[in-house]
């Protein structure tokens, strides 16, 4: 971000700020995700591509997992946060992550998901990103760790009730789920996110 | 929707043809909903908006909520499609209107899904429109009709895995969401839907 108090102009010939390579890395990583995918894409090329050194891939996000979600505007570092999430119950793993995702949301009145969103409606390569989101990063992965059957379609499925979920609280603000306070919001869908990441699902054909 | 095959210039001054009343009705409809909300918007009003006589209404939306349906890219006319769900027993209600959402999306390759999306992510009087027929039109009025408590809450949180569903299958298209056959996106999903639609909720605060 720019502090906005220097006109463009002077900042030309400047050395770069710790900020601007931040947002280079991110700019970079946004194409070259797009162009090689999630596993093809390597911190080497992101930080060619950005024009600086691959260490600051580490210094801003601690590798490329977090600059990944930096690139999809997710607030979150997933190698962080999912080892926590997966400590404790596996019956419980649906409203540690509601709670986790609604409180990293409303912290920036969702703000990183509206940007998101915006970003899926009108750009093909956004949607590429977010699918290797869901499958590789954060959902997949954990199905898997889990040991569930089906990773793959849950994974799907667990996207289809938090993507729906951050839809309707902040981009469609429908009320009362709009300014419900978070404890009713994960008490009203952790029940379903509980079913498509450990449920029975020997009824789904295929 | 326009032929094509004339250029615009040559169409002036010629009679309005259906479509093209059609379309100017459309174009109506979404400023005075926008403008109006649901309930205050009239048919009189939007017709009159469209420069057309107000039985155009009927005879092409069979009415308000038909119109409704049209500007919010909803190829469905809830008038005519509620009664029908609301028949039979309601523990099956959720299957119901998976089944009749996926139909009615994948009979159109989730094209107007996607418009109603790319709309909302762009537009903040298509964020409102679709708040309404979430709340007034769709889920809200089914589930009052069904005596259940809290039906705003309801009808939110079935927004969430209704709008959650159609963004996974059809605009990020996270497989294997994307391909699987109606019945088994049916068998994953209803009883989620079905939770929010007649579950008991005495667990959720508020």
């Not at 979600?69 to 999912?82: G, H, K, Q, R, T």
């Not at 509206?114 to 390569?125: N, Q, S, V, W």
Request: glycine share 10%; aromatic share 6%.
């Amino acid at each position: 971000m720019s502090s906005g108090i220097e006109d463009a102009p002077k900042r030309r010939g400047r050395r770069r700020s710790g900020e601007d390579t931040r947002a280079a890395l991110v700019a970079a990583a946004r194409e070259v995700f797009t162009e090689h995918g999630y596993s093809g894409a390597t911190v080497r090329r992101i930080a060619t591509r950005a024009g600086v050194d691959p260490a600051m891939v580490n210094h801003w996000f601690g590798g490329k997992e977090g600059l990944f979600s930096a690139a999809v505007s997710i607030p979150v570092n997933p190698s962080e946060i999912i080892p926590k999430l997966m400590e404790g119950d596996p019956q419980h793993l649906g409203e540690r992550m509601v709670r986790q995702f609604v409180t990293v949301w409303d912290a920036q009145e969702g703000g990183a998901f509206m940007a998101l969103m915006r970003g899926i409606a009108t750009h093909e390569e956004s949607v590429r990103i977010l699918r290797e989101f869901i499958t590789s990063v954060v959902f997949g992965r954990m199905i898997k760790e889990l040991g569930m059957n089906r990773p793959e379609l849950r994974a799907a499925l667990c996207g289809t009730q938090i993507v729906g979920l951050g839809m309707m609280r902040y981009v469609v603000r429908l009320e009362p789920l709009a300014s419900a306070d978070r404890e009713t919001v994960v008490a009203a869908v952790a029940p379903n996110l509980q079913r498509y990441l450990t449920g029975d699902l020997s009824d789904v054909p295929g």
